[in-house]
C-alpha cells in the first residue's frame, strides 16, 4: 500500500496532488485550487451540466474521452486519468476549438454560463465519432441545460463543428486522435504513454485532513484481492463506484465520508463478459460500457438506459451501483428482476450467489453483509420465444428520475404464459414483484379474456404512496396501462400504445 500523492495529466502535464482531502470534489479543487473558473457550478448535483469537463482513460490500448460531472466527482478519483477543462481547448496561437468557433457562428451562447458546459460535451463528442446523426447529438446534449439561448443554435453548432474539423490552424486535427486510416497518431501515443507513466499495481492510500472522530481515509485498491481485503478491514468505509449517489451525500447532505474505498481502479471489476447463457456485468462497469451490449439482447433495455439520467452521468454511473444504492425508483432493477438476474456477491475469499428478486429487504435495506460487496451482476439470456418490455416513466423525456418503473416478461407456449416475471419500481419501498398478477397469468392463455383477473391482483399486489412525482392514484393507473400496454404489445396489436405521463 502507498500513502501517495495522486497523480493525473491536465493540458500534457502529469500533475501530483498531495494532501487531497478525501471528500473534495474535483471543482472545487479547479476553482478554489486551480482558479479555473471557465468550469462553471449550477446545481451541484449533477443535472445542469455547467461543470462537465472532460477525462481521457485507457480502453484497452487506446484513449477514450468521456464528458462527466466535475460537481460530483471525488477529486482522488481522479488518479491515473488525463483531465481536458474548458481552458484546455485554447490552441497555443489562441484559435478556438472547432465546437467553441461553430458556437460562436450559430449564435449558440447568450449569457453563457452554461457555454463550457455544452462545449466539453461537444469536445468529447468531436474526440469520439465522426458526423453524428441529429438524434445523437440530441442524446449527447441531454445532460447540458440552457436556460437563455435555446437548443437550436446548439444543435446546429454541433453540426457545424464537423465542417472544419482541423481547427483552422490545425491544431485539433487528429479526430479522434488517429490518423486518417484509423491507425493512432503521433499525438494518441503520446497520451497513451502518459496514461500507462500512471498506471498503478499498489493500493494508493490517501490520508486526508483530521475531523472530529479521527481523519479522512481513501483507498483505491488496484485489484480484487486487495479490495476483498480492505472491505474486511474497514467494513464500515463507504464503498464508491461512480459517485453519482455518494457525491450527492457530500455536495447535498454535507455528510462526512470518513473511510472511503473506491471501486473504480480494480481491473476485474471493468469487464463486460458475454456468454451462452449470460450477460455478466463487474461492478465498475459503467452503465454507458453496458447500455449496447445489453440493449443488442433487450432492446427495451437499451432504449431504457437511453433515458437514464444524462451521457455524463452514465459516463460516471455503473450498473451495479444503481444496484446497490437500492432506491425503489432505481431505472434497473424492474429490468433486472424480471429478467431473472443473480448477484455475485463477495465477502473476503467468499462468494455467494443471490437472486436479485432476495437482495432488497426493505427500503433502502440490502442482503449485504458487513465487510460484503457487490462483485458482479448476471443477466440470463433469455430464449426466443421470451417477450420482454420495461417502460419508464416520468415527467420529463431525458434526465428525470421515474414515477413508476414497470418491466414484463413472459415466455409463450402455443398462447399460454408460462414464466411470467413482472417487476416495478415506484410502487413499494423496494423495486417489488407483482407476485399476485404473475400467479394470476400463468399457465393461462395470452388473452383479454385473462387481463381483468391480472389487472384486479395488480391492484392488490401495491399499496404506492403519494409523493412530489405521482399520487397514489396515478402510480396505480400507470400500472395497469402498463400491463395493457405490455399484453398489446406482446399479441399482434399493430395500433399505437401510449401511456398517459410517458413518451413509451
Ligand atoms: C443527475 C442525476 C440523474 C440520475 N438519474 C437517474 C435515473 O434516471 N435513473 C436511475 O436509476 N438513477 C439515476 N440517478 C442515480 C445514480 O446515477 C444511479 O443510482 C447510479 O447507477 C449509481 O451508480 P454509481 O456507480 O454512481 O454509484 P455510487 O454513487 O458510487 O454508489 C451508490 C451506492 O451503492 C454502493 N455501492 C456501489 N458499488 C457497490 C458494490 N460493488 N458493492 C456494494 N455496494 C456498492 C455505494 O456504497 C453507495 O451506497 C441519477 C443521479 C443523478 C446525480
Ligand atoms: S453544477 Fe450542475 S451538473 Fe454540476
Ligand atoms: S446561454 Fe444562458 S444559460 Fe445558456
Known sequence: MTDDAIRFVLDGEVREVRGTDPNATLLDYLRESLHRTGTKEGCAEGDCGACTVVLAELDGDRPRFRAINACIKLLPTLDGKELYT??????????????????????????????????????????????????RIHDVLAGNLCRCTGYRPIVAAAERMYDDPAGGNGYWLHRPYANGDGSPSAGE????????????????ALTGPAVEGGTRRYFAPASLDDLAALVQEHPKAYLLAGGTDVGL????????????????????????????????????????????????????????FRRFASPPIRNAATLVGNIANGSPIGDSMPALISLGATLRLRAGAETRELA?????????????????????????????????????ISKRFDQDISAVCGAFSIELDGGVAHNVRIC?????????????????????????????????????????????????GYRRMVAHNLLRKFYLETSGFEGETRVIGGRN
Open 424 to 472: 416495478f419500481g415506484g410502487m413499494a419501498a423496494i423495486p417489488q414483484r407483482a407476485t399476485g398478477c404473475e400467479a394470476a397469468l400463468e399457465g393461462k392463455e395470452w388473452s383479454e379474456a385473462t387481463l381483468p383477473d391480472a389487472l384486479a391482483a395488480l391492484e392488490r399486489d401495491y399499496t404506492p404512496i403519494d409523493d412530489m412525482r405521482a399520487s397514489a
Open 86 to 135: 474548458v481552458e484546455s481547448l485554447r490552441s497555443p496561437d489562441g484559435e478556438l476549438h472547432p465546437a467553441q468557433r461553430a458556437m460562436v457562428e450559430c449564435h449558440g451562447s447568450q449569457c453563457g454560463f452554461c457555454t463550457p458546459g455544452f462545449v466539453m460535451s461537444l469536445f468529447a463528442l468531436h474526440r469520439s465519432e465522426a458526423a453524428p446523426a441529429r438524434e
Open 189 to 204: 501515443k503520446a497520451l497513451v504513454e502518459r496514461l500507462e507513466s500512471l498506471r498503478r499495481t499498489e493500493t494508493l
Open 356 to 392: 436479485l428478486d432476495d437482495f432488497y429487504l426493505a427500503y433502502r435495506k440490502t442482503a449485504l453483509a458487513e465487510g460484503e460487496f457487490v462483485e458482479s451482476v448476471r443477466i440470463p439470456i433469455t430464449p426466443g420465444d421470451r417477450h420482454f418490455r420495461t417502460y419508464k
Open 249 to 304: 451525500w457530500v455536495t447535498k447532505a454535507h455528510q462526512d465520508l470518513d473511510s472511503i474505498i473506491y471501486l473504480g481502479a480494480v481491473p476485474e471489476l471493468q469487464r463486460v463478459r458475454v456468454t451462452d447463457t449470460h450477460i455478466e456485468v463487474g461492478a465498475g462497469v459503467t452503465i454507458t460500457d453496458c447500455q449496447d451490449v445489453i440493449g443488442e439482447h433487450f432492446a427495451d433495455f437499451g432504449e431504457l
